[in-house]
């Protein structure tokens, strides 16, 4: 995959976690992010590296430096484990393309 | 509010084609690509192609080119997908994906999602 992601990630229930998307697109095109939970299709978390949809609680944000974008939860709840994929466009901008996914597990 | 509803379940032999069906409402049908993702069992999200609903034309993953093929039908606001020369690892759940980017600009994204079609290939 041309963007990579750590494939799995734990924290703390109401502590802050960090999951991160790295890929040389992304320091030329938007990030996006979405959360799937066991049986059930994704859903939109982040836009344009730091902008969260209507009905997406404040707690999840995100952030671009450079190649990297990061998707932070701070005060992680119990409902936020799921499977966290970053999604771009290619090196050439022709085509789509998701990391690998992150699995997140709150303890 | 937006709704993506896609065709039910399919079982397909190897070297068959398939067809999964996408229909919308809740918008304006030609302001929005639409996308395919796939998710095999156990894995993760593969982008497929794209279509522009406005004048149809698409754009393919270079992994399918010559065995997909996106087309649309305004009239019923539905998007269609094909996948020819089926092989077992094509089974997975496809998903349609709304992409809002000639709305949003650069920041676009694949906003909203349909519930996803198993697509299972066993001879």
């Known amino acids: 995959s041309e963007l990579t992601q750590d494939p799995a990630v734990s924290v703390a229930l109401g502590q802050t976690v960090r999951i991160t998307c790295q890929g040389h697109s992304l320091s030329s095109y938007y990030a996006s992010w979405c959360q799937q939970k066991p049986g059930q299709a994704p859903i939109l978390v982040i836009y344009g590296n730091t902008n969260r949809p209507s009905g997406i609680p404040d707690r999840f944000s995100g952030s671009r430096l450079g190649n990297t974008a990061s998707l932070t939860i701070t005060g992680a709840q119990a409902e936020d484990e799921a499977v966290y994929y970053c999604?771009?466009?290619?090196?050439?901008?022709?085509?789509?393309?998701f990391g690998g996914g992150t699995k997140l597990t709150v303890l | 509010q937006v709704q993506l509803v896609q065709s039910g379940a399919e079982v397909k032999k190897p070297g068959a084609s398939v067809k999964v069906s996408c229909k919308t409402s809740g918008y304006t049908f030609t302001n929005y690509y639409m996308h395919w993702v796939r998710q095999a069992p156990g894995q993760g999200l593969e982008w497929m192609g794209a279509?522009?609903?406005?004048?149809?034309?698409?754009s393919y993953a270079q992994k399918f080119q010559g065995r997909l093929t996106l087309t649309r039908d305004t009239s019923t606001t539905t998007v269609h997908m094909d996948l020819s020369s089926l092989r077992s690892d094509d089974t997975a759940v496809y998903y349609c994906?709304?992409?809002?980017?000639?709305?949003?600009?650069?920041?676009?994204?694949?906003?909203?999602w349909g519930q996803g079609t198993l697509v299972t290939v066993s001879s």
């Open positions: 999604n771009s466009r290619d090196n050439n901008g022709d085509y789509w393309v």
């Open positions: 279509i522009n609903p406005l004048g149809g034309s698409a």
């Open positions: 994906a709304r992409d809002d980017t000639l709305v949003q600009g650069a920041t676009g994204s694949l906003d909203s």
